[in-house]
């Protein structure tokens, strides 16, 4: 049987760092017109569903041709707006595999989506799984923003950090070191989001501010993709210049 994947992006009004990101213009178009657009032309997405919390984006969506779905704001996550747009919208659960694609990420790679698909089909037993990229500067290994990860022979995540990992001897140098990026892109298998409301907050998950880690903490292994092409994504007003030159 063929397994049916669905693209959902999470898409939140009230930013910490750049508010009504969703609808700020890029090239003329919403930043999530472009998210929608470039997941909507990926062949491997059976449906592209947009979830918000916000009636602004979702009259937008509505406005360019998109599906979208209201959640509530209370969603703490982008994976916890997900797994509620699944239990309001149960026709949306019919999917194996869901991709949490980002609303904030103008363009997605094919590659690595299929890529993410095929370490759940190739692992039944693995519950989720995303990508790394490795980091070539001393800049990046330092920024928090940019999320490390390491991982284990068998390409299963050991943690995830906003420190430099591995500790490296006492001194983090990319040039002596193999270090890893995490890029935001996630794939689930549904019945995992359909249960991710009994999993409570994490200890790691807070130290960390890292959702991925309130997975691991409760036992679900996270499959890892080593990736080299980045994703692009929007945190703040200067990223949005960076990556209109690009885009």
Same mark, same amino acid.
């Given at each position: ?9 999470? &898409? ?30 990926? &062949? ?9 919390? !916000?009636?602004?984006?979702?009259? *937008? &969506? ?14 703490? *996550? ?32 094919? *590659? ?31 920024? *928090? ?26 001194? &983090? ?35 960390? !501010? ?38």
């Amino acid at each position: 049987m063929s397994t049916k994947v669905f693209a959902l992006i999470p &898409a939140r009004y009230q930013s910490r760092r750049f508010p009504g990101k969703p609808l700020t213009l890029l090239h003329g178009k919403p930043l999530v017109q472009h998210c929608y657009e470039s997941a909507s032309s990926c &062949a491997l997405f059976d449906r592209v569903v947009i979830a918000t919390d !916000d009636q602004r984006i979702f009259d *937008t &969506a509505k406005g360019f041709g998109a599906e979208v779905v209201m959640t509530p704001e209370s969603c703490p *996550t982008g994976t916890d707006r997900i797994a509620t747009a699944l239990q309001m919208h149960p026709d949306l659960a019919e999917a194996d595999i869901i991709v949490n694609v980002q609303g904030d990420e103008p363009q997605i790679s094919a *590659t690595t989506v299929s890529g993410l698909i095929e370490l759940l089909k190739n692992d039944p037993e693995a519950q989720m799984a995303t990508a790394v990229v490795p980091l070539h500067t001393q800049e990046e290994l330092l920024d *928090t923003s940019v999320v490390k990860c390491v991982f284990d022979c068998n390409g299963n995540a050991l943690y995830f950090s906003r420190a430099p990992i591995p500790y490296g001897h006492g001194t &983090a140098d990319v040039r002596r070191q193999n270090y890893y990026g995490h890029v935001g892109i996630y794939a689930f298998r549904t019945q995992l989001l359909l249960k991710l409301h009994e999993l409570a907050t994490t200890p790691l998950q807070q130290a960390e !501010d890292l959702e991925q880690l309130r997975m691991m903490e409760h036992g679900h292994r996270i499959k890892v993709l080593e990736v080299e092409e980045r994703i692009l994504g929007v945190d703040t007003p200067d990223d949005l210049k960076k990556v209109e030159e690009l885009v």
